[in-house]
């Protein structure tokens, strides 16, 4: 599966951006899929995920209740709604998509066998 995320931009403290991820290859609906974002300087780390079904979602507890993840299987694509946008979620966004994922590994970047190009997440205070 190839991976293609867009919508990042700047954005003041307290706005909001929706992030997407457009799959192309094989079947999306098999694969589970993740966000992680990776700061200057820091480890790239877990932002949210979601089931294959769409039926579980998962996040980190820096965006509980700011960020949603959610995907259009029949659009091939996986979106993450972000709001409240802190400067500290300044980041380069990834997607991420794997087929065998479990509840106690889907937090983890090593899990996910396939990556996006990235698209950068910059909040102005």
């Known amino acids: 599966v190839q991976l293609q995320a867009s919508g990042g931009g700047l954005v003041q403290a307290g706005g909001s951006l929706r992030l997407s991820c457009a799959a192309s290859?094989?079947?999306?609906?098999?694969?589970?899929m993740g966000w992680f974002r990776q700061a200057p300087g820091k480890e790239r780390e877990f932002v949210a995920a979601?089931?294959?079904?769409?039926?579980?979602?998962y996040y980190a507890d820096s965006v509980k209740g700011r960020f949603t993840i959610s995907r259009d299987n029949a659009e091939n694509t996986v979106y993450l709604q972000m709001n409240s946008l802190k400067p500290e979620d300044t980041a380069v966004y990834y997607c991420?998509?794997?087929?065998?994922?479990?509840?106690?590994?889907?937090?983890?970047?090593?899990?996910?066998?396939?990556w996006g190009q990235g698209t950068l997440v910059t909040v102005s205070s």
């Open positions: 991420a998509a794997d087929q065998g994922t479990i509840v106690s590994t889907i937090r983890k970047w090593g899990s996910y066998n396939y």
């Open positions: 290859g094989r079947t999306f609906s098999s694969y589970d």
């Open positions: 979601i089931r294959r079904s769409g039926g579980s979602t």
